[in-house]
C-alpha cells in the first residue's frame, strides 16, 4: 500500500508543466528581483569558455534566465528548450528577447543539432528528468568540445526550503523527487560528462514572509500538486499567520550549482 491521497492525482512529472494555470502561475510566482538575476546571470556566464558563448537552456520554462542570459552575456545566442508548450508560452508572451530562441523539446531527446554549444544550463529541472543519463549524453552530443553544464537545483541532502515550515507534507514528497549530488554526479558522468564543481548557498528570494505569501498563494509549483486543496490552504493559512508578525526578515533559499564540462 502507498499511502497516498487517493484525492490527489499524480502525473509525471514532465509533464505537470503542460497545465496552463500552472504555466500562468509559475510565471507570476517565481519573479527574481532583478539584482539577485543578474548575480546568477553573471555566475552562470562565469563558466562559459569562450567570449560570445552560444547557449543552451533545457527546461527553459517561462524563459526567466534563457532571457537575462541573451541580454547580460555579451554576445550570447541562446536556444531554451522545454517540454511543455504551455510554458513555451509564457517564455514567449514575457521573455522575448532577440538573442533568444525557443523551441519545444525533451532533454533526451534535444531538438538541436551535434557540437554547437558553448554552454548548457539546466535550472530547477533535473528532478524532472527520469533519463538523466540519456539528458546527459545528449548534453555531450549538443555541446562543443570543452562545453560546460551548469545544473541549478537543491539536492536531496540539502533541501531545507522556508516552504517546509508552512507544508511540513513537502519535505518528504520533495525527498522522494528531488536526486541526491552523487546521483546526479554518477549519470552524468556515465554519460561521459566530467565533473568540475559543486557549490551550494543560500540566498534571500523575498524580503519578508507577506512577500513569500504573496508568491505562494497561485500554488505556483508542481510540487504543491500532491497536496490536497484544503492542506494546501492550510499551509497557506499558516504562512498568512506568520506574515502577520512584526517584520520577519528575508526568507531564503538554498541553491547547489554543479559544474559540468565535456570532453
Ligand atoms: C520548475 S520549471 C523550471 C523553469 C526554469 N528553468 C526556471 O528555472 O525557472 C521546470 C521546467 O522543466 C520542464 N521539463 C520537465 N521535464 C522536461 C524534460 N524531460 N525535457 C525538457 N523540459 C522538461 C517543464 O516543462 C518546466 O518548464
New binding site residues.
Given amino acids: 500500500m502507498s499511502g497516498r491521497d487517493p484525492r490527489v492525482k499524480i502525473e509525471p512529472?514532465?509533464r505537470?508543466?503542460?497545465d496552463e494555470r500552472l504555466?500562468g502561475a509559475?510565471e507570476r510566482g517565481?519573479e527574481m528581483p532583478e539584482r539577485a538575476l543578474r548575480a546568477w546571470v553573471e555566475l552562470i556566464g562565469s563558466f562559459a569558455p569562450r567570449s560570445a558563448p552560444v547557449i543552451l537552456?533545457?527546461?527553459?520554462?517561462?524563459?526567466?534566465?534563457s532571457d537575462a542570459m541573451a541580454r547580460w552575456i555579451e554576445g550570447s545566442e541562446v536556444v531554451g528548450?522545454?517540454?511543455?508548450e504551455a510554458?513555451l508560452g509564457e517564455a514567449r508572451r514575457h521573455h522575448s528577447c532577440p538573442g533568444v530562441r525557443y523551441l519545444p523539446?525533451?532533454?533526451?531527446a534535444l531538438p538541436v543539432g551535434a557540437g554547437g554549444f558553448d554552454l548548457a544550463?539546466?535550472?530547477?529541472?533535473i528532478h524532472?528528468?527520469?533519463d538523466r543519463v540519456g539528458?546527459g549524453r545528449e548534453l555531450v552530443r549538443v555541446l562543443r568540445e570543452g562545453g560546460r553544464v551548469v545544473v541549478?537545483t537543491t539536492f536531496r541532502e540539502r533541501l531545507d526550503a522556508a516552504v517546509y515550515d508552512y507544508w511540513p507534507q513537502l519535505r518528504a514528497s520533495d525527498a522522494r523527487r528531488f536526486p541526491g549530488e552523487a546521483e546526479v554526479v554518477e549519470d552524468f558522468v556515465a554519460a561521459g560528462l566530467v565533473l568540475e564543481e559543486v557549490t551550494s548557498f543560500a540566498q534571500p528570494v523575498v524580503a519578508n514572509l507577506a512577500e513569500y505569501h504573496a508568491r505562494l498563494v497561485g500554488r505556483p509549483?508542481?510540487k504543491f500538486n500532491c497536496l490536497t486543496d484544503e492542506d494546501f490552504r492550510q499551509g497557506l493559512a499558516r504562512l498568512e499567520t506568520a506574515a502577520g508578525g512584526e517584520d520577519t526578515g528575508p526568507v531564503l533559499e538554498r541553491y547547489d550549482v554543479a559544474v559540468f564540462s565535456r570532453p
Fill in positions: 512529472m514532465s505537470v508543466y503542460d504555466a509559475y517565481n537552456e533545457v527546461g527553459a520554462g517561462t524563459g526567466v534566465f528548450v522545454d517540454a511543455s510554458m523539446g525533451e532533454a533526451e544550463l539546466m535550472s530547477r529541472v524532472h528528468i527520469p539528458a541549478r509549483q508542481s
